[in-house]
């Protein structure tokens, strides 16, 4: 009798311990993939957000040169770059939590841009066109290496 109830509190043990672990392991699991879609969710606006500065500088440096941009397409193109810029802002503030060390200083360096002293709009549109595409296809090298899935044993 003795030696039963002594099997039964071993079995229950390695119950006990065995779903201990696999609860553990399965929380770990949860948190990495949680953490992981939040800093794919934080490129993925980056990317977005910078792609909408480029192509506002871009439209308009394009439209300066040929003068053949509408009312309606200025305000469209507008909206997007109010939209844009305190996304990257924000992004940049909260860059330490989300992005690598890289990527953070990227999106820092692109805030942190100033023009010089403006003579014409190709002065003013080009070097901030040109800024906003070293950051983007930064983010976008950074995010295919900080975003890789890696293979973890535990």
């Not at 392991?25 to 969710?41: G, I």
Request: aromatic residues 10%; proline residues 2%; contains cysteine.
């Amino acid at each position: 009798m003795q030696s039963v109830i002594l099997e039964l509190i071993k079995l229950g043990s390695v119950g006990i311990i065995a779903g201990l672990f696999a609860s553990f392991m399965a929380n770990r699991d949860f948190r990495h993939k949680k953490w992981w879609e939040l800093r794919v969710t934080a490129y993925q606006n980056a990317i977005e957000a910078l792609s909408d500065i480029v192509h506002y500088y871009e439209t308009h440096k394009n439209a300066w040169e040929t003068n053949n941009l509408t009312d309606e397409q200025k305000q469209l193109l507008n909206v997007m770059i109010g939209e844009a810029r305190p996304k990257i802002r924000k992004l940049a503030d909260t860059g330490s939590f989300l992005f690598s060390e890289d990527a953070n200083t990227a999106l820092r360096a692109f805030i942190d841009f100033r023009v010089g002293e403006i003579i014409d709009p190709d002065d003013y549109y080009g070097p901030l066109k040109i800024e906003a595409s070293k950051c983007l296809k930064k983010l976008v090298t950074l995010s295919k290496k900080d975003l890789k899935v890696r293979n973890v044993w535990l």
